[in-house]
């Protein structure tokens, strides 16, 4: 299982997700595989998150990243990877029977616009998935996708678009993950989690947000 999360904050924009995946090999035992990476910058400005059939996510975005440019915006490499997606799936589109069993591909993929002044400044969050035929759903202001409970009622409770800063929503996401895989167990391993800010894209080190969970977990219970 999965869980993906991409949120507009204050700062821009945080992402996370984990790495949990479920493999079947040749004798068709099933087994976890906790090094699946689904969180890939695709430029400067603009990353995507995968769910589904990893194996064929990552090999739509390799090949797709060949035809990115550097200073190519969110909107623009939205809509190519739409249209990328529905070109590498027309075999199946005359076909609902072929489309339903192809592998399930769910994309978000998330980054900055240029503002008036030609600067990235503007977050946005695209949706992309096989069910809608690749086509672009709305902008969103966040999108959680995959074993997603737990994130829902954390964000609906805590998430406000123009007062959450980034340190803020990366607390909400660390926890969101934390929380999923320690209470639910589908989705795990280790997180990855991103900014996007007008610097770029930039790693966030998530040990200190997960240690500060356990610690307040020891204290919960000690009392």
Known sequence: MTLIIASKCKDGLILGSDSRSIAIDGAGARYIRDATDKLMPLNKYCCI?????????IRLIEEFKKNVKPDETIEV??????????????????????????????????????????KNTVPKIFVIKRDDWFFIGEEREYSIVGKDDISNYLFTKKYDEFSVSSEKM??????????????????????HLVSITEYGVGDIETKHYTDKIEQGDLISIMQ
């Open 77 to 118: 490499i939205s809509k190519k990877f739409s249209n990328f997606c529905r070109k590498e799936y027309e075999p199946y589109s005359q076909n609902m029977i072929l489309l339903k069993n192809s592998p399930e591909l769910h994309f978000i993929l998330a980054g900055l616009d240029k503002d008036r002044n030609g």
């Open 49 to 57: 998150l995968i769910a589904g059939e990893s194996q064929a996510s």
């Open 170 to 191: 990366t607390e909400l996401i660390v926890q969101c993950l934390w929380d999923t895989e320690n209470i639910d167990g589908e989705a795990g391993g280790k997180m």
